[in-house]
T-cell receptor, first 112, second 115 residues
Framework: KQEVTQIPAALSVPEGENLVLNCSFT??????LQWFRQDPGKGLTSLLL?????REQTSGRLNASLDKSSGRSTLYIAASQPGDSATYLC???????????FGGGTRLMVKP | DADVTQTPRNRITKTGKRIMLECSQT?????MYWYRQDPGLGLRLIYY???????NKGEISDGYSVSRQAQAKFSLSLESAIPNQTALYFC??????????????FGPGTRLTVL
């Protein structure tokens, strides 16, 4: 059974800092991995999707990497801003259109 | 307008009551999913449907049932609500792009409290 773990569970950083969020998964046979952002009381917003054949994806100040063989993904946020404060979730997909297995999330606070 | 909508957004109910959560989507996707989120546990899959005639149980389907009334509508029912079903419920959709299914798109969630 796939298990997804995110460390740390919570993180507080000053504005402007670069930071890395970690995601690990136990079964390397994945189809893709998605990073989401969740704001309090709101739904999930997809940030980046990495296919199993890819090593990384970038969108603006966000960069996600994938090392399938070691069961790890990282989300790098450059020059963090208070507006980045949210919970970040990673989820792995074992097959096209199949169910996602989620990690518990990292709650990020960026202080002005 | 939002692509994936959920109603109600908030609901408080009592133990033993039947309750239905509804999800509608305008994305034209054929695959729909119901997840629940508990604090610190991430999201877990309850049921999923690959088309109107295809319904599948997820990881935690006990105590829940679903109905796929049309391609755009997928409802989740709690036949007899209990307090440990208090959670945040999300609907999601997925559609084929160039023959493959990739991203899932989520609704805003329904916060359900069972007293």
């Amino acid at each position: 059974k796939q298990e997804v773990t995110q460390i740390p569970a919570a993180l507080s950083v000053p504005e402007g800092e670069n930071l890395v969020l970690n995601c690990s998964f136990t079964d390397s046979a994945i189809y893709n991995l998605q990073w989401f952002r969740q704001d309090p009381g709101k739904g999930l917003t997809s940030l980046l999707l990495i296919q199993s054949s890819q090593r990384e994806q970038t969108s603006g100040r966000l960069n996600a990497s994938l090392d399938k063989s070691s069961g790890r993904s990282t989300l790098y946020i450059a020059a963090s801003q208070p507006g980045d404060s949210a919970t970040y979730l990673c989820a792995v997909n074992k097959g096209p259109g199949n169910m996602l297995t989620f990690g518990g999330g990292t709650r990020l606070m960026v202080k002005p | 307008d939002a692509d994936v909508t959920q109603t109600p957004r908030n609901r408080i109910t009592k133990t033993g009551k039947r309750i239905m959560l509804e999800c509608s989507q305008t994305k034209g996707h054929d695959r729909m999913y119901w997840y629940r989120q508990d604090p610190g546990l991430g999201l877990r899959l309850i049921y999923y449907s690959f088309d109107v005639k295809d319904i599948n149980k997820g990881e935690i389907s006990d105590g829940y049932s679903v109905s796929r009334q049309a391609q755009a509508k997928f409802s989740l029912s709690l036949e007899s609500a209990i307090p440990n079903q208090t959670a945040l419920y999300f609907c999601a959709t997925s559609g084929a792009t160039s023959g493959t299914y990739n991203e899932q798109f989520f609704g805003p969630g329904t916060r359900l409290t069972v007293l």
